[in-house]
């Protein structure tokens, strides 16, 4: 089927002109008018009457739900939802669940957190919140969610395993894939890599991209120098002698806060990193501009997650369709900074 977005993508305007557009509202161009109606012809979009009269008993409030409101990741994903909420004129209700002050990781909580999880929906819902995007507070798989065909959720920046939530979520893979080919294009062959806990899905998923680029380069993966340090920063530190032993010449954190002890290790030893060591992180964390030297990282789209998980959903509750379970991976950015200008000496010009 035919939605807004694939209008929006031939003509490279945005959804937001599209919908005034075809709903005869003001503000585009006569230009853009005949171009975005040529485009629809061509496209064979059409709104029946029953759709039409659908949209106009659409309440168009979303509610949010927040895993965490605190955690870095979620102003700039909520920053995404309310920018395409404006454009595509609705609203949003924001609850926030608090897991991180409430609970810890420990499995025992799950219950609690799904009984949070159901009180907060049957609320938005009272409030005549149309559907709901999860915001969650990592890269994991969300709490189960009280999903039925008729009520829409979308899960954002998580994913889950109820066949009727699709998720937006970023590609892991390809972004530690990035990092490590930047470090073997500067000479590196012994490139240490510090993991976060061996327990979840995205230090596995950073940990093949790191092997896949290892792969092209013809390069054998070596087990020893792959450590996890359960996204610790004291933990980081730890490790810095073994991997120093091991003659490593660049190293790849799995997070800015672990790399954050690759610094420490370094500045208490007089280990210039940028001129001895080479070092990515990963988030792209506030601080990773300010550290000295500053902290080349991968950089989250989140923005665009929020951004893109709202639209999926708007257009679910404009077609009036059920969901399709599906998995959507933005890519990330690398931001290469002065951490990684170090050059191993057999690949200097």
């Known amino acids: 089927m035919v939605t807004i977005n694939d209008i929006a993508k031939r003509a490279n305007v945005s959804v937001a002109t599209i919908s005034k557009v075809l709903n005869n509202q003001p503000g585009p161009s006569p230009e853009t008018r005949e171009a975005v109606l040529a485009i629809a012809n061509e496209l064979n979009y059409t709104i029946t009457a029953a759709q039409q009269q659908k949209r106009k008993r659409i309440n168009r409030t979303i509610g949010i739900i927040t895993e965490e409101i605190t955690a870095f990741t979620t102003p700039r994903l909520i920053d995404g939802i309310g920018v395409c909420c404006e454009e595509r004129g609705y609203h949003y209700i924001l609850g926030n669940l608090r897991f991180n002050s409430r609970f810890d990781n420990n499995p025992i909580h799950l219950q609690k957190k799904a009984d949070l999880i159901q009180e907060l929906t049957e609320d938005l819902q009272s ?113 810095m002698p073994f991997l120093l032993q091991e003659n490593v010449t660049a190293i790849f954190s799995q997070n800015d806060i672990m ?63 059920p969901p399709k379970k599906q998995i959507t991976q933005l890519k990330c950015k690398l931001v290469e900074r002065e951490s990684s200008n170090y050059q191993p000496p057999s690949s200097s010009s």
């Not at 699709?166 to 490590?180: E, L």
């Not at 327990?199 to 680029?213: C, F, I, K, N, V």
Request: charged letters at 15%; glycine letters at 6%.
């Open 127 to 239: 409030r005549h919140a149309s559907a709901i995007l999860y915001v969650g507070a990592m890269t994991q798989m969300a709490i189960p969610l009280p999903v039925t065909e008729n009520y829409h959720f979308i899960s954002v920046f998580s994913a889950s395993d109820n066949a009727l939530i699709p998720a937006v979520i970023y590609d892991n893979r390809n972004a530690a894939y990035q990092a490590t080919k930047l470090l073997l294009d500067k000479g590196h062959r012994k490139i240490g890599m510090i993991a976060g806990s061996v327990s979840t899905p995205h230090t596995m998923e950073r940990l093949l991209g790191y092997q896949d680029a290892l792969f092209e380069y013809g390069i054998p993966y070596n087990p020893q120098l792959t450590l996890y340090a359960n996204w610790d920063r004291k933990q980081s530190y730890d490790y």
């Open 259 to 321: 790399a954050m002890g690759v610094y420490d290790y370094c500045n208490e030893h007089g280990i210039r990193i940028g001129r001895d060591l080479s070092l990515i992180g990963f988030d792209d964390c506030e601080y990773a501009s300010f550290c000295r030297p500053a902290l080349s990282s991968i950089s989250l789209p989140l923005f665009e997650i929020g951004h893109t998980a709202t639209n999926i959903l708007i257009d679910l509750l404009e077609a009036g369709t």
